[in-house]
């Protein structure tokens, strides 16, 4: 997300929808750092896991 106007958050609730879009995009990085460890996994219990939560 870009920031607005000059680069400067204007309210509370553009700071807030802000701060939380880094918190998703953050998550996704995650899970998909998740999936690509499960799917590499030689274990059967970590791959048992990620094709149960598919």
């Known amino acids: 997300m870009s920031l607005p ?13 802000h701060g939380l879009n880094d918190i998703m995009d953050a998550e996704q990085q995650v899970v998909e750092a998740l999936e690509g460890n499960a799917m590499n996994s030689s274990r059967a219990d970590v791959m048992k896991a990620d ?3 598919n």
Do not use: N
Request: net charge positive; no cysteine.
């Open 5 to 17: 106007r000059g680069g400067y958050l204007q309210t509370g609730h553009e700071l807030f929808v």
């Open 51 to 53: 094709r149960a939560s």
